[in-house]
């Protein structure tokens, strides 16, 4: 075939502004091949390159004691003692799966589990979090269940278990949805491998599926908005096959163990180019490959497509080349393809041959870590104010407590998911402790009396009224969630889904939140180790709701005391940590049941939520905790009704004399508040402990019977059999799924 010509039209096909495409010929000193004009189009993408949001991204905290390897690398690697780290990432596949929700899905999650064992790791445990438009609309229907068959699919087959997540429903996604999944695994602190090609003279070997046309621009979509041709793009998504990628997993963990691999990384987005440009740039040396030895399954592929292709499950490994007929031998084992495509280089270049005839030869450190850094132009929203004013004063008290309980018990921010974790195998490995549905899953580290605590939390329209408060939210919501099933929160990683960062609203937004997000770490002392920036989330010119996705990933010292949300029996007390004001802007409760989004967020003081943290830590590892569940969306009546329905164990709850509305009081979502059990006698030492570290502590109730009662200055809001409330919230979901109602 026949390179065409590099025209004004070509290279705005590419992605390339003219002042980049000038900057490429000032590179290379003449104009690109076809092949290099790809390549820079990939790298310099801003899926690939960062180039709107790394400026922004220094501002995070991102080194502790415990911090191994932070952002930069495949995934981030905190210390967890007894010799073993723990690696995670949370990425994101969000175009692919509007486009084909199951492969889009699916691939995701093949894509974040390479990113982990890559490091040396094996996968553990995987979260996600999906955002999709209303229920009502049959196309949402439709994506609905094709992104959640693709993640049971690939995650049931590989074998790592899915143990929890979030799902948000909302008409700011129905052009884009949301597609965030997350991976953590477990690797000895002296077996971590890193995506860097060292040692001149070394051999690069390609291992794994062969090279087809799939997924080639897929990054490159991924940087682009949609327009009325989503479904045209169809062919830049890539297939996966969780068969093969468990076959990879195994092989290239042993390959590891026995020490034969030099450097390793995953051709995930922006395939071949990425990863060998990638670990030529991190080692400062260079790759020279020979396109003609990689193993391909479609016929007259061009390098263009080669290097592009983003065909699953295939990694590029650095080996010495003493090793190169073990190596090879052990995928064989595995019935993988592993053969020599090339070798380390010493003068910085990556050199793309196609038998033996030029077809790229590039800096690599310009398409990877010298890529084009832009400062975009930011600016408030000129409807900012307006939005941020809430008269409440023509918004009547809540008559009927009822009511507007059970509609935010139906909400799919609130209602049960168990209809989708029913289809995750969150037990295979057999060392999920805590399951989908509590704060936060909790998984057993085998030789270890110790567990891994992980949580993923986002409420977008907080972070659409503020995105800086809302970003603040989010971690603080994500480490509570954490410390609530006992474990100390020890690191985050991210993943910023926002829109077009070429228009100034957005990047005020993202500004925002990426601040928001570093005061949060640093007053938590949770570094940021890892993430994913998702930017041109938008359609037509409507951008999603600013969406900086978190993920807190802690430590439990003894398994055995893992808590979770639910009361434990009858007799308890029920006490409430924190401080409830009257805050009803930005509510799940003003959302539903009053049709409005305006306000601001709750306020949050994250110096307060830290000690709140250490505090539930301390008091469950003295024994003294029976449950902990945080109030978020719906405020403390629905975390008290969570907190019913693990054994349909009631409570009664007086919340004494109050001149708050009642509305506020019930579903109002102040901030830094956890509802807790606590046995008779352990009530005065857990009020002593929660006062001494400047937090408020009130008895407001206690558990038994089969009925939850709420009562205020002397009046019953709310009385209902907590199987009736148990019942609405674990089947609305799937009302929504069935029916043609708008949930």
Known sequence: MKEPLITEELIREHGLTPDEYGRVVSILGRSPTFTELGIFSVMWSEHCSYKSSRLHLKKLPTEAPWVIQGPGENAGVIDIGDGLAAVFKMESHNHPSFIEPYEGAATGVGGILRDIFTMGARPVASLNSLRFGPLSDPYHKHLFGGVVSGIAGYGNCIG???????????????????????????????????????????????????????????????????????????????????????LLLE?????????????????????????????????????????????????????????????????????AQENKDTLIDIFKKWDLDAVVIGKVGGDGFLRVNWHGKM????????????????????????????????????IPDVGNAHGALKKLLASPAIASKELVWQQYDHMVRTDTIVKPGSDAAVVRIKGTKKALAMSVDCNSRYCWLDPYIGAIAAVCEAARNVACSGATPLAVTDNLNFGNPEKPEVMWQFIRAVEGIRDACVALNTPVISGNVSLHNETKGDAIYPTPTIAVVGVLDDADRALTQWFKGAGDVVMLIGQTNEELGGSEYLYVCHALERGLPPAIDPAKEHALHKVLVALNGRGLLRCAHDCSEGGLAVAVAESTFGGLIGAEIDLGQSSMRKDALLFGESATRVVISVATGNVAEVEAAVRAVGLSIAQIGRTGGDILRVKCNGETLIDMPVSDLKSIYDTSLERGLNQNEHI
């Open 160 to 246: 790592v278990p899915t143990v929890g997540g979030e799902i948000y429903c909302h008409p700011c996604y129905a052009g884009n949805i949301l597609v965030n999944v997350f991976n953590v695994g477990i690797v000895k602190k002296d077996k971590i491998f890193y995506g860097a090609a060292t040692g001149t003279g070394n051999l690069i070997i390609y291992a794994g599926s062969k090279t087809g046309k799939d997924g080639i621009h897929g990054v490159t979509m991924a940087s682009e908005e949609f327009t009325d041709d989503a479904q045209q793009k169809k062919p830049n998504v890539q297939i996966g096959d969780p068969f093969t990628e468990k």
């Open 359 to 394: 077809a790229a030869e590039i800096p690599a450190t310009k398409i990877s870590t010298d890529a084009p850094i832009y400062d975009r132009p930011s600016k408030r929203p000129s409807n900012q104010d307006e939005l941020n004013t809430l008269d409440l004063s023509g």
């Open 251 to 319: 092989a290239c963990l042993e390959a590891m163990d026995k020490g034969l691999i030099v450097g390793i990384q995953d051709m995930g987005g922006a395939g071949l180019t990425s990863s060998s440009s990638e670990m030529a740039g991190r080692a400062a040396t260079g790759i020279e490959l020979e396109l003609s030895s990689v193993p391909l399954r479609a016929e007259g592929m061009i390098p263009y497509e080669i290097m592009l292709s983003e065909s699953q499950e295939r990694m590029l490994l650095v080996v």
